[in-house]
């Protein structure tokens, strides 16, 4: 034993709690209580250890007195721990540390379901316990990786982990991101389930399945939703017209034309009669009646009347809401934190959401306070704490107090990211800090808009007509020779030059050559979503992937991307789909088509608009 006063070490007497350092007299516990209640679990516990050395984890009857005493302050704490040593926990655990950990991991499993079985605790419980006790006594533990990426070849896609191994080879024609240790899949048409360790669940006939969310996976099957859990078990069967995910254990749905919430176990916990519901969040649900926002609880009582005509999100207690033709915030007790006096309102950004009165602008915090009058010809939303406005024709920056940091002398400025701000005088651009510094020489021109300069740490300028990419130090990397470029995404820019467009990355290599007329892509979904990007070429289409190899030869008049496996084709004015083998699952012979979605595809026929199954079924109006 070692006392934290005098660092003397004696051997402690035995069947005794309370005892003091026989050197200087100090009582043990007294020194260890002193802190008690502002240090963490773990910290108490490594002190005891310190103190009464690891073999009073042997000693089950004075270590739960000691722990009593320790955690007098928190009963919680207090019995939770206690339970463990009941459960002999602690004693186990040091037992295992003095032997080969390999399969430490699955040791510890053991050792938490047995707390959760025996002990009757749940299992976040059990694991906060594991967690404590592996802390104090010290174990590397070597975390599972649940970091994925998925991987796209030759059109087909599978999944790596960060330590660069494949966990499936590049068979799936499209695949959702892991989530809760569980990725979707779609092959040949087919949906199913994998988990982080490659294994195919299972491979079912589903149309579509969406991300795992609350434990469960909404799929789609004959144009009705159901659910299923994480062995493939179809829990809810597919009847519902429409779903979102499960939140807070419930999920709301949509039957005969009308929204309700069930529970994991399908029962009907609010009935059927909204217009619309959204998922719960923090409680709360907002629900759409007879055309009239309000928003609900858990247990379907109605905490604000259906009477909003608008309403945004909720950001840090509050939501915009629209009455009248004007807009104000109230709270989640309806209490109004600003009166309804506004013409226009946008969404909190870090805190601070843009409201305008009479084509001036200003900022609400969300304390529902008006930090910044309505005095502005226009602004920007708040970005790195700052904010961009304009006042007769020029612009500055203010701070989340309504001071003018950087006066306002600009002809445009656009928000800072990464600590820089694009601005413009005079037809040029530079980039400043926040302390209004400017970094790089006035002889560039900047793309404009409110997105960030810089992506992938590279940022497109304009010089004497021609474009090309700096670094946020002012270099130019790439220089400015090209018709056009765009943003780098993952590594790969499309660039044209002399009128046709191919691809280059960072080292200004040409990946693809420009040698195509035109492309299709997304900002918000990527360029070779799927895999793949379309190309156009003497007026056909086609589509290559990231190696530039002709996936789909370029033989269609039109065509959308690939979404989920599936792309819209178009020849002679007829409209199907293909797959990634280019095979037709739907016949050309539709008028017109958008891109497939939720397992549906949407053509257009005698100048209606339809969601289709595989089959042709017609199963949802679109518009």
Not at 508 to 532: A, H, Q, R
Request: aromatic share 14%; charged share 25%; with cysteine.
């Amino acid at each position: 034993m070692k006392c934290t006063n005098c660092q003397g070490e004696w051997t402690p007497p035995a069947n005794q709690s309370l005892t003091k350092c026989p050197f200087c007299q100090a009582d043990i516990l007294q020194m260890l209580n002193a802190q008690a209640e502002v240090l963490s679990t773990e910290v108490i516990l490594q002190n005891m250890l310190q103190v009464y050395g690891i073999e009073i984890l042997q000693d089950e009857r004075r270590l739960k007195a000691i722990i009593a005493d320790l955690f007098a302050h928190d009963k919680k704490t207090k019995k939770r721990l206690i339970t463990s040593i009941n459960e002999q926990m602690p004693q186990k655990l040091a037992a295992i540390q003095t032997k080969d950990t390999t399969d430490l991991p699955t040791q510890l499993q053991a050792i938490q379901h047995r707390l959760m079985d025996e002990a009757d605790l749940q299992k976040e419980v059990a694991e906060e316990i594991v967690h404590i006790w592996i802390s104090v006594l010290g174990f590397q533990i070597e975390k599972p990786d649940d970091s994925f990426e998925i991987v796209w070849k030759r059109g087909y896609c599978g999944f790596r982990n960060s330590s660069g191994r494949m966990i499936s080879p590049n068979v799936y024609d499209s695949a959702t991101a892991f989530s809760e240790g569980i990725a979707t899949f779609n092959l040949n048409g087919n949906w199913g389930i994998i988990n982080i360790g490659g294994v195919e669940i299972s491979t079912f006939n589903y149309d579509f399945i969406r991300p795992f969310s609350d434990g469960l996976a909404a799929v789609f099957l004959k144009g009705k939703w159901g659910f299923i859990n994480k062995k493939g078990k179809e829990v809810i069967p597919c009847i519902f017209d429409n779903l979102l995910q499960y939140s807070e254990g419930l999920v709301a749905v949509k039957s005969n034309g009308k929204w309700g919430f069930i529970n994991k176990e399908g029962l009907i916990v609010i009935p059927y009669k909204y217009d619309y519901a959204e998922q719960f969040i923090d409680g709360l649900s907002f629900v759409l009646l007879n055309q009239k926002w309000g928003f609900i609880n858990t247990h379907g009582i109605e905490l604000i009347q259906c009477k909003y005509d608008k309403k945004l999100s909720f950001s840090g207690g509050l939501v915009a809401v629209k009455l009248n033709g004007k807009w104000g915030f109230i709270n989640e007790h309806g209490t109004e934190f600003s009166s309804l006096k506004y013409d226009s309102v946008e969404e909190f950004t870090e805190g601070m959401a843009i409201v305008q009165i009479n084509k001036k602008w200003g900022f609400v915090s969300n304390t529902g306070e008006e930090i910044v009058p309505c005095k502005y010809d226009n602004v920007s939303k708040f970005s790195e704490s700052f904010a961009a406005v304009e006042l007769n024709g020029k612009w500055g920056f203010i701070n989340k107090i309504g001071i003018e940091t950087i006066s306002l002398k600009y002809d445009r400025c656009w928000n800072y990211y990464d600590g820089l701000a694009p601005v413009k005088l005079a037809g040029k651009c530079s980039l400043i800090n926040v302390e209004g510094v400017e970094i790089i020489p006035w002889k560039y021109t900047f793309p404009g808009g409110d997105k960030p300069l810089f992506k992938e740490n590279l940022g497109t300028v304009r010089l004497n007509g021609k474009w090309g990419f700096i670094d946020n130090k002012g270099v130019e990397v790439i220089k400015c020779k090209y018709n056009s470029v765009h943003d780098f995404i993952d590594d790969l820019a499309l660039v044209k030059m002399n009128n046709k467009w191919g691809f280059i990355n960072k080292q200004d290599f040409e990946v693809i050559p420009c040698k195509y007329d035109s492309y299709k892509f997304n900002d918000f979904i990527g360029l070779f979503y799927d895999g793949l990007i379309a190309i156009s070429s003497n007026g056909k289409w086609g589509f290559i992937d990231k190696e530039g190899n002709e996936i789909i030869p370029l033989k269609y008049d039109d065509v959308t991307q690939f979404y989920d496996g599936y792309a819209a084709i178009c020849f002679e004015n007829k409209w199907g789909y293909i797959d990634k083998r280019g095979i037709e699952v739907i016949p050309l012979k539709y008028e017109n088509a958008d891109a497939f979605q939720d397992g549906l595809f949407y053509v257009k026929q005698n100048n209606e608009w339809w969601g289709i199954d595989r089959n042709e079924n017609c199963i949802l109006k679109w518009w």
